[in-house]
């Protein structure tokens, strides 16, 4: 069992930064492929990011391409999101999540994921 807790949302204005952080309890972290996902009210749940295990490979969706940056700090059961130029539309709630396996459609995939977070909400004003 793998316990995720998500930090660091809040308001930012357009073209500003945030960080989040997901902090995971258990010892086999490094296990786990981490993503984040993001669902804005009335819409489907989104692809962000990815990374695998060791934090060496990652996938991004289109919308964080450039801007968005996943990475992992396995010492600290730790996976960041850092969001920079963001925009109106990125506001949503953003939900990390562990997955067994790895490869291009298994990260993109809500369904493949194990466990999730129980969200933090990122609001991005005009």
């Known amino acids: 069992q793998v316990q995720l807790v998500e930090s660091g949302g809040g308001l930012v204005q357009a073209g500003g930064s945030l960080r989040l952080s997901c902090a995971a309890s258990?010892?086999?972290?490094?296990?786990?492929?981490m993503g984040w996902f993001r669902q804005a009210p009335g819409k489907e749940r989104e692809f962000v990011a990815a990374t695998s295990g060791t934090g060496r490979y990652t996938y991004y969706g289109d919308s964080a391409k450039g801007r968005f940056t996943i990475s992992r700090d396995n010492a600290k059961n730790t996976v960041y999101l850092q969001m920079n130029s963001l925009k109106p539309e990125a506001t949503a709630v953003y939900y990390c999540?562990?997955?067994?396996?790895?490869?291009?459609?298994?990260?993109?995939?809500?369904?493949?994921?194990?466990?999730w977070g129980q969200g933090t909400q990122v609001t991005v004003s005009s």
């Open positions: 258990g010892r086999t972290f490094s296990s786990y492929a």
């Open positions: 999540a562990a997955n067994r396996w790895w490869g291009y459609t298994v990260v993109h995939d809500p369904g493949k994921y194990v466990y």
